[in-house]
């Protein structure tokens, strides 16, 4: 399984919900798998993987706020 600690490169998260950067700070140890929430809308995200180039790809698993 790949594992990358975000702090080590430039992590990108775009939520596909509301289009903005989410903060992956409370994430320090973000692996393909988990889940986070996005900071503006609320929407629950799982982590399907992380690219190279530090972009992270997700899925929507629940509505948000």
Do not use: R
């Amino acid at each position: 399984m790949f594992q990358q600690n975000f702090k080590a490169m430039n992590t990108l998260l775009v939520c596909p919900e509301c289009k903005n950067t989410v903060d992956l700070s409370k994430y320090p140890n973000i692996t393909p798998g988990m889940v986070v929430e996005c900071n503006h809308c609320g929407m629950t995200l799982l982590v399907k993987e992380i690219a190279p180039d530090g972009n992270v790809k997700t899925e929507i698993v629940d509505e948000g706020k």
